[in-house]
């Protein structure tokens, strides 16, 4: 097994100094800006595991899931608070997460862990219309578009590889990849994916 030279605090310490912004553009084929798209960066010798006690929260709110599409990196453990006065079913039967959260309100004591990257789509038993996806990633450089299709990270230099993803790509819905060669001075990168539907 190789062992990485670089890892966790002493990793992100060492390319901070070497960092360059990126800004991220994602459309659909016919160009119109997809907001909610996770883009993220793999860069040799990054951790791929989250730091020890990582953690995110998907809330239930209006008989919604609040965000809808979350990333978070590997071994983050997700908590699934419940805002509403009905109590609610939280489920996924997905390949990197299969869990039950029966009929609750308030929080779970115990926030389930997402182990693998992959995506894991999520369900209420009660409520058929609330859905929900989070994106694992085996990389600490990871953001979301917003409205205008845009998102921006801090990447170290070099080469390395840019990946998106968004919850209407047709199944299985595989994230994109492309080459990123990161200078010194920022770049930006355009990503278009072709969805299912148009965005909004």
């Known amino acids: 097994m190789r062992r990485l030279l670089l890892i966790g605090p002493a990793w992100l310490l060492a390319c901070a100094a070497a960092a360059a912004p990126l800004t991220v553009s994602v459309t659909d084929l016919a160009g119109n800006p997809l907001a909610d798209a996770v883009v993220y960066v793999l860069v040799r010798g990054a951790k791929t595991q989250a730091e020890p006690g990582a953690s995110a929260q998907i809330g239930q709110r209006d008989r919604q899931f609040t965000p809808q599409v979350s990333v978070i990196q590997t071994g983050t453990s997700v908590t699934f608070p419940n805002f509403d006065t009905v109590r609610h079913h939280v489920y996924s039967f997905s390949a990197i997460q299969k869990f039950e959260l029966k009929l609750y309100a308030g929080t779970p004591s115990v ?14 038993n009660i409520h058929d219309r609330m859905s929900a996806w989070v994106h694992v990633v085996d990389t600490p450089l990871f953001a979301k578009t917003d409205a205008s299709g845009n998102a921006r990270l801090e990447v170290p230099t070099g080469d390395h590889q840019l990946r998106a993803w968004h919850h209407l790509q047709p199944e299985p819905g595989l994230p994109q990849e492309q080459a990123l060669h990161m200078g010194p001075a920022a770049a930006a990168a355009l990503v278009k994916l072709a969805v299912q539907a148009a965005p909004g």
Do not use: Q, S
């Not at 926030?111 to 209420?124: E, I, Q, R, S």
């Open 111 to 124: 926030p389930v862990m997402f182990d693998k990257p992959g995506t894991a789509v999520l369900g209420c």
